[in-house]
C-alpha cells in the first residue's frame, strides 16, 4: 500500500498580517505545514502502520520548504518529493493541480491524499481538479478513512446534513479535514531520522512544464485584499412585552426584509 500526501507550506494563521495599499504583508520567517496536510499524513501513517506500506510526501514551493517536508519526514514518511519553484506568486489551484498532474503521471501509487484546503487561501479546489486531470475515483472532506478488504478505501465525509460513507476502489484520490485526527508530534529520534531520509528535488522543466506555461493555467486573479469592515453595533429595543415584539417585526419586516 502506497500513499503519497500533498503537502504545502503556508503562513502561520496566528503570525500577525497587515494589509498596506491592497497587498497583504505576512511574517515569512514563521512558515507551517498546512494543518490539513498534517492530519493527511497522519491518516496516511496509521493506515500503513495497521496494513504495512509507506507514506511520501510531495511539495510545490521554494527552496527553504524543504523545512516543511522535513516536518512531515520527521512525522513518519519515509520520502519526500519537491518541486521547485520559488516564486509562486498568482498560482492558484488550477496551477497547482496541472503541476501535480505532470508529477503524478511519472509516480503512481494507491491513494493520493491532501487536505481538503490550505490554510493560506481556503479555496478547497486543487484535490478535486487534480482528480478530475487523473480520472481518479474522488472523495472530499473526509473525517474518517480505513481500508477494506485490501483493495478498497472506505471514507466517511462530512456532507451538509450528516455523514456519508463512500468506497473508492484503488487508486483513488481523498481530500482530508483537519477534524479527522490529531496529528502526532515529531520525536527527538523522528527528527534525527528525517535528516537520513531521501528529498527528491524536481523543477518544472523534469514534469515537462514551464513556470510561463504554468501561468497560463490561472483561472482565478486576486485584485486586491482589504479589511473587514466593521461591524454597526446592533440596536436595543425598550418596552413591554408586547411593545418589543411589535417593534422586532417592523424591523424585520421594514429595515432588514427577511419577512
Known amino acids: 500500500m502506497k500513499f503519497i500526501v500533498c503537502i504545502k507550506q503556508v503562513p502561520d494563521v496566528y503570525a500577525p498580517l497587515q494589509i498596506k495599499n491592497g497587498e497583504l504583508s505576512m511574517d515569512t520567517d514563521r512558515m507551517v505545514l498546512n494543518a490539513y496536510d498534517a492530519s493527511a499524513v497522519e491518516e496516511a501513517l496509521v493506515l500503513t502502520e495497521q496494513h504495512g506500506g509507506e507514506v511520501e510526501v510531495v511539495l510545490i514551493g521554494p527552496d527553504k520548504a524543504k523545512e516543511t517536508i522535513r516536518k512531515a519526514l520527521a512525522m513518519g514518511a519515509s520520502r519526500g518529493h519537491h518541486i521547485h519553484v520559488e516564486d509562486s506568486t498568482g498560482l492558484d489551484s488550477a496551477a497547482f493541480a496541472e503541476i501535480l498532474t505532470a508529477f503524478f503521471e511519472k509516480n503512481s501509487c494507491d491513494v493520493i491524499a491532501t487536505g481538503k484546503q490550505s490554510q493560506d487561501t481556503d479555496s478547497g479546489l486543487a484535490g478535486g481538479m487534480l482528480a478530475a486531470h487523473l ?125
Not at 484520490?173 to 531521501?198: F, Q
Not at 486576486?222 to 417592523?250: C, F, H, I, Q, W
Open 135 to 259: 480520472s481518479l475515483p474522488y472523495a472530499a472532506n473526509a473525517v474518517g478513512l480505513h481500508i477494506d478488504g485490501g483493495n478498497t478505501l472506505v471514507v466517511k465525509r462530512q456532507g451538509d446534513t450528516g455523514q456519508e460513507m463512500i468506497a473508492l476502489p484503488f487508486p483513488c484520490l481523498v481530500t482530508c479535514s483537519n477534524d479527522m485526527n490529531n496529528p502526532r508530534i515529531p520525536s527527538l529520534k523522528g527528527i534525527m531520522a528525517s535528516k537520513k531520509k531521501p528529498v527528491e528535488s524536481l523543477t518544472l522543466e523534469d514534469l515537462g512544464l514551464t513556470l510561463d506555461g504554468v501561468r497560463e493555467s490561472v483561472k482565478t486573479t486576486t485584485l486586491s485584499y482589504r479589511e473587514m469592515p466593521a461591524r454597526e453595533a446592533g440596536k436595543k429595543l425598550e418596552g413591554d412585552a408586547e411593545e418589543l415584539v411589535s417593534n422586532l417585526l417592523n424591523l424585520l419586516q421594514n429595515e432588514a426584509k427577511v419577512l
